[in-house]
């Protein structure tokens, strides 16, 4: 299968760095053809990256309750015509996705994010998931409180993301 993994973090050092290459290696491991996109601020990717992929998997911080500016950015320059219902869904370039899956970290609580309303988890369940292949769910992958995480606890993390991500690329 193929996959596409959408990166978006400013930092070329950071947790969510290895977040990503432990999900491409995961997904390489298991013998499927990964592309990386890194998003950063004013970098300009098309669409056509995700074309005929069968698994998205979107690497991010949760920044303010949502994506990323530049996942965002993405989203609003690649799917608008889909999301607002100005395109036919069967030109969906995400039509042949049927593994979604979001791993993400937020600095605060499970329960903040709760009472927030999880704007990012909502957008690419409601929105983005619906554009994939019919049944496609969004398969949510969070560590919340990350900033009050010992070590072990981020190693934790990452593995069983990796083993999330193994489990659907079986």
């Known amino acids: 299968m193929r996959f596409v993994v959408l990166h978006?973090?400013?930092?070329?050092?950071?947790?969510?760095?290895?977040?990503?290459?432990?999900?491409?290696e995961t997904l390489e491991r298991a013998g499927h053809d990964v592309q990386v996109v890194r998003l950063t601020q004013g970098e300009s990717i098309d669409g056509l990256s995700v074309v005929g992929a069968h698994g998205l998997v979107l690497v991010y911080p949760t920044w303010w309750g949502g994506l990323p500016a530049p996942m965002l950015s993405?989203?609003?320059?690649?799917?608008?015509?889909?999301?607002?219902?100005?395109a036919d869904l069967s030109t969906s370039p995400l039509r042949t996705v049927r593994h979604l899956v979001a791993v993400t970290t937020?600095?605060?609580?499970?329960?903040?994010?709760r009472l927030q309303g999880e704007p990012g988890r909502h957008l690419l369940r409601l929105s983005v998931a619906r554009?994939?292949?019919?049944g496609t769910k969004l398969r949510?992958?969070?560590?919340?409180?990350?900033?009050?995480?010992?070590p072990a606890e981020v190693a934790a993390f990452v593995d069983g993301a990796a083993a999330e991500v193994a489990s659907i690329a079986a």
Do not use: F, K, M
């Open 131 to 134: 554009l994939c292949a019919p």
């Open 140 to 150: 949510w992958v969070a560590l919340y409180g990350v900033d009050q995480r010992s």
């Open 8 to 24: 978006a973090h400013p930092q070329p050092d950071c947790l969510n760095v290895v977040l990503r290459d432990r999900v491409v």
């Open 74 to 86: 993405w989203v609003q320059r690649e799917l608008v015509p889909w999301i607002d219902g100005a």
């Open 106 to 113: 937020h600095g605060s609580t499970r329960w903040v994010n």
